[in-house]
């Protein structure tokens, strides 16, 4: 099925990417729920890759930040990997560019930090006409009180949010298929 049936708001494996928000070596240290952050980003990387979503990543000035980190990395070898100066993406034209010519609709973020660079991010790429799916327990910030300010925010420009779960088995849709099945071996290792 395309999704031509489906409600709007779910995600879906068409037209569709996930975007990793500058997961940097340097502010591991500080991060708010590391581990369990970095285990649910990595879920979720390799869902997507079963259904053959195309993956992006951002770095903050990463010759003063770090690469992203090595765990992350390392089970991303076929990604679009750019670096940026503005906390937002879509401060990158070439980043939208891209995903306006590949025709992505919807985009899966997560990533750091919740209410700087993925907070101005989900909201510049809800202003240029894209489905925002904000998967909540992928994202984290320095401060606690930081993350649910920007889940607030970004559902009230429009986002949809999400959690990990939610992202893979709607964009599973089938629970006979081979990539399913695959699927439930990522949550069962």
Known sequence: ??????HPNLFSRYNSAVLLVDYQERFVPVLQDNEQT???IKLLLAGSKIYSIPIY???QVPEKLGPTIKELKEMLPNIYLFSKKAMSCCGEPKFVNE???KNIKQIAVCGIEAHVC??????DLIQNGFQIHLVTDAITSRLAHNKPIGIEKIKNAGGII???ETVLFEMAYEACSEEFKKLQQLFKS
């Open 1 to 6: 099925m395309s999704g031509s049936n489906r």
């Open 118 to 123: 993925v907070l101005q991010t989900s909201l």
């Open 57 to 59: 990543v951002s770095e």
């Open 99 to 101: 995903l306006k010519s």
């Open 38 to 40: 970095v285990k649910n």
């Open 162 to 164: 999400s959690s990990l």
